[in-house]
DNA sequence: TTTTGAGTTGTTCGA
DNA sequence: GTCGAACAACTCAAA
């Protein structure tokens, strides 16, 4: 690798970059995503890890390695996140917590030291960077508009300690603008935005970032900062050993072995939650113990139809990240401003049984049962429980992404709220509003021996499979016979989907008539 | 500028 | 049971 003088090239000297005028949509700063452009060079450093918990293939902290001397690692629980968490249960927090360890134990054989902190981030970093004295930070960039103006204010404070702020491209392959239209314009639909990445996709956007064969550059610690307890950080044990996830790097590469032995099938069962059809890579994506680099490139050299399905799935995931960035009102509010006139229904009952699994619908309840007790919920039940509660139940779609939000351990605002708009019909290349998922019928095509719903509705074990999916079809005496009696161990329907879908095309036909 | 082709994941109805 | 059409035109992206 070349060495460049820092003096070289300081027009676009990373250091002196600024932050760019929040809400100002104008040229984004420059970002350095290249192996070689590392010019800069500093005594002293501070890499911050967030959503980047691996210590391999680490774009911020090889690039923190590669800038100086010394680099010191911090990890902040942020209160100002963990605040606003539903207390004192959420499995993400154990996830974090035990994913740190064999980080820390990492850094440590490397000579280095994760320091550990409970604070507000934004004011800590500063503060922490101030105190070890370190001319530079560095981060891994994030994507959405809270944390945006998180490491706004953290690069502003930082700047007046005189202290530079590097946020650097690692969680996704193509960034906000870095995929664009011939127009350069950001893509709003999928096929051509995939088209696209495809398109500019090459080996360098897949090469790892060699940062673990520079740990020795970690600076040592006297002290040894202890991993907060759960109960330090407000929080109480969920079922989460249970679930048994592997967690931190060695989990993702767990799951992984597991997935590339059937990944080439991807295609013909991802759709089958009875089957391990999908990766569970989710919550590892989510919390970066994977690189996105491996992944993609493990699926792009495979070329077999169930790799290339995986990798649209991988691309979906940067298209919502860049519909985020370049769209932030669509976290909030319907995509197509028009949809914002939608009558939703809103009936708190009918929104409490479906959160707690008292639908009457057994694919829906089955569902929300996997999704209560381990925080995962299978893609093709994300989208068949979110076109019961939007399209069956009328309730506004914000108010089941706020309930995913909450529970699901793989949550990304981007892919949630993105996912959500598309079932709703309200989003950017969302399903026409007219697709509206028969309960039933999705049923009997994914889980056709009924073996998901079973697993999570054991009061419905004894009932028929032909009848396991309406339930309530089945006469007063054979309920009897199979020891489920409807009303009593299981509930009616709460909707009729035959009218309740007549409901919504009337619903969603008011709104295209006013527009 | 105009034209053209295409658009994640479905359902229902009637022949 | 199988198949095509209707659902609704509309917007995006590229030529």
Redesign the pocket.
């Known amino acids: 690798m070349a060495k460049a003088s820092p003096a070289q090239g300081s027009a676009r000297q990373p250091a002196r970059r600024s932050g760019g005028a929040p809400g100002k949509p104008g040229k984004p700063a420059a970002r350095i995503n290249d192996l070689d452009a590392i010019r800069v060079k500093y005594d002293k450093t501070l890499f911050w890890f967030r959503r980047d918990l691996r210590h391999v293939d680490n774009a911020g902290l090889y690039r923190a390695l590669k800038s100086g001397g010394q680099v010191y690692c911090v990890f902040v629980f942020d209160t100002e996140i963990l605040d606003a968490l539903s207390k004192p249960h959420d499995r993400r927090v154990e996830f974090i917590l035990e994913s740190l360890k064999p980080l820390r134990t990492a850094l440590r054989q490397a000579g280095g030291e994760l320091i550990m902190r409970h604070a507000r981030a934004r004011t800590e970093i500063p503060k922490l960077a101030q105190s070890l004295g370190v001319q530079a930070v560095f981060t891994n960039e994030d994507y959405e508009p809270v944390t945006n103006a998180r490491d706004r204010q953290v690069r502003h404070d930082l700047d007046l300690l005189g202290i530079a702020f590097h946020a650097v491209k690692d969680q996704v392959i193509f960034a906000r603008d870095e995929v664009l239209?011939?127009?350069g314009?950001?893509?709003?639909?999928?096929?051509?935005?995939k088209?696209?990445w495809l398109k500019k996709l090459g080996p360098f956007y897949l090469r790892p970032y060699p940062s673990a064969d520079y740990l020795h550059k970690l600076a040592r610690l006297e002290k040894q900062d202890e991993l907060p307890a759960l109960e330090d950080l407000g929080f109480a044990p969920t079922n989460f050993r249970e679930l048994k996830i592997g967690t931190g790097m060695e989990g993702a590469a767990d799951t992984l072995d597991v997935f590339l032995d059937h990944i080439d099938r991807y295609h013909d069962t991802r759709?089958y939650p009875a089957v391990r059809g999908v990766s569970y890579l989710s919550v590892h994506n989510r919390f970066g113990t994977v690189s996105i680099r491996k992944l993609a490139g493990l699926a792009h050299g495979r070329r077999s139809s169930g790799a290339d399905t995986w990798l649209?799935?991988l691309i979906?995931r940067d298209f919502h990240f860049q519909i985020l960035h370049n769209f932030p009102h669509s976290a909030e509010f319907c995509f197509k401003p028009e949809y914002e006139g939608l009558q939703w229904r809103n009936n708190e009952a009918e929104f409490r049984a479906w959160c707690e699994a008292r639908t009457g619908y057994p694919i829906i309840d089955a569902a929300m049962r996997q999704l209560n007790s381990s925080g995962y919920m299978h893609?093709?039940l994300r989208?068949i429980v979110a076109s019961f509660l939007t399209k069956d139940l009328l309730v506004d779609w914000r108010w089941g992404e706020r309930y995913f939000a909450a529970r699901l351990n793989d949550y990304d605002l981007a892919a949630n709220a993105g996912?959500w708009q598309?079932a709703a019909s309200t989003g950017c290349?969302a399903?026409?509003y007219?697709?509206?998922?028969?309960p039933v019928?999705?049923s009997e095509?994914f889980d056709p021996q009924g073996k998901f719903i079973r697993r999570y509705l054991p009061e419905l074990a004894r009932i028929p499979d032909k009848f396991l999916h309406a339930p309530w079809t089945l006469s007063p005496l054979e309920q009897q016979a199979a020891g489920c009696v409807i009303g009593r161990e299981y509930p009616a329907p709460i909707v009729d989907?035959?009218g309740a879908?007549e409901r919504a095309?009337d619903l969603f036909?008011t709104v295209?008539e006013a527009a």
């Open positions: 239209t011939q127009a314009k950001p893509f709003s639909v999928f096929t051509p935005y088209n696209a759709d649209s799935e979906w893609n093709r989208m996912g598309w290349d399903q026409p007219f697709r509206i998922f028969n019928t999705q095509r989907h035959a879908r095309l036909k295209r």
